[in-house]
């Protein structure tokens, strides 16, 4: 038996091109995502929060492990059987951009079209619950684009805004009064051909 998580710690960064390819996956994105929404779960938990099946999750589950992104915490009995159960190595997984190495651009460019499926899928899913909150100071679906121009100051405030929203997202935990959202921030140049 491993021994159980104490706590988790806020984040983790990733520098190596070859360490970040594990996350190029929208599968194995989804799984860690949830895994560090539920903060300690088992596969079947992990597979319920997804809505994929156990079987199909399970070699996902594997490669995030062997990467060190996941880690086995304890078990735990579940019936007649024991489960593994599994902790994030972190609230959060930065990835350090290196513009000089061909391989983190080329990890970036497949990262970026796995978090757009990801992030379709979610929001296809948000936007077929009759629960969903559409409007009012409580809305918890929404999704739009913007193009704007900034100044050094707007995009300070914009960075602090980005970062005041990532504190709170970290800050949260699983709890009977809240319910769970999914937000995506993508912030881009627009390198335009004029």
């Not at 156990?54 to 490669?63: A, G, L, N």
């Not at 704007?148 to 707007?154: E, R």
Request: aromatic content about 4%; proline content about 5%; charged content about 30%.
């Amino acid at each position: 038996m491993n021994q159980r998580l104490k706590s988790i710690k806020d984040k983790h960064v990733i520098s190596k091109g070859k360490d970040m390819w594990v996350l190029a996956s929208p599968i194995r994105m989804e799984v860690l995502n949830a895994a560090c929404a539920l903060e300690e779960c088992s596969a079947g938990e992990i597979a319920a929060f997804t809505g994929r099946s156990r079987t199909s999750i399970y070699p996902h589950i594997e490669q995030l492990v062997e990467a060190g992104l996941i880690l086995e915490a304890d078990v735990r009995l579940a019936g007649k059987r024991y489960e593994q159960l599994y902790c994030p190595i972190a609230r959060t997984i930065l990835i350090k951009h290196n513009p000089d190495d061909p391989d983190v651009v080329a990890y970036h460019r497949a990262h970026s079209k796995a978090v757009g499926r990801m992030m379709t899928r979610l929001h296809e899913r948000a936007i077929d619950d009759p629960g969903a909150v559409v409007r009012g100071p409580l809305r918890d679906t929404y999704l739009g684009i913007i193009s704007a121009w900034v100044n050094d100051d707007s995009l300070e405030e914009i960075n602090e805004l980005i970062g005041r929203i990532w504190e709170i997202c970290r800050a949260s935990h699983p709890d009977d009064n809240k319910r769970l959202v999914n937000i995506g921030i993508m912030l881009a140049p627009n390198s335009r051909k004029d």
